[in-house]
């Protein structure tokens, strides 16, 4: 099993420990997590039911009970997603400004002026869902935007790990490099991009360049 920084703290931590090494005891803080808006404790289960099913260490009783989950988050997300205008919302009681637009109850529990009873009262499936789900649909729906970003990045960081980078490449070879990142990369021996990319003070653009030497020495 493997656990990745973008699915698990624990993740963060041995891949901290393996890639950047320490010169003093290390805490595991959620400020080490890039991704600490999808590693919350609400979103455990969700986040990783699938894993350990996948790997037998779930029981029947609680595969069964992620199942039943899965099955009423999916019809809660869909009665999520009716649009409604904001004259609609403004009826209802949320001071929100009249601009037109129809929105669906996922992206209207993210304004501050729509509190959770109102959006509680206009879906009653989410209503009557157990107190655990119902908090985590809403604090996924508050953070939507930033979890959609995060998401793209994820995805972009799934790609890069399949990157290799051979264990004998040549960073000194690549032209632009400045020496402390070459030093760090030597030091580190990344064997990913993804996991050069997490090295202090290795840029964007760094990664660019490596990628394109990688590609070189495959080719």
Known sequence: MILDRASSYIG????????????????????RAEYRLRL????????????????????????????ERDALRADIEAELTQPIGATT???????????????????????PEVDRALILSLAPRLAAAPADLRAEILEDAHYAPY?????????????????????????ASIGGLSTEMIE???AARPDTLAAAGRIRGVT????????VHVRKVAA
């Open 12 to 31: 963060v931590m041995i891949d901290d420990l393996t890639l950047q090494g320490v010169t003093e005891p290390y805490r595991m803080l959620t400020a």
């Open 40 to 67: 919350r404790a609400d979103n455990a289960e969700t986040r990783l039911g699938a894993i350990g099913i996948g790997h037998g260490v779930i029981g029947a009783v609680r595969r069964t009970r992620l199942a």
């Open 89 to 111: 919302m403004a009826r209802a009681g949320a001071s929100v400004r009249q601009d037109g637009v129809r929105r669906s109850l996922f992206e209207w529990a993210r304004f």
């Open 147 to 171: 979890l959609h970003r995060l998401d793209a990045e994820i995805a972009d960081l799934r790609r890069n790990e399949r990157v290799f980078i051979p264990a004998d490449f040549d960073f």
């Open 184 to 186: 760090r990369l030597d």
């Open 204 to 211: 964007p653009a760094a990664l660019a360049a490596i990628l």
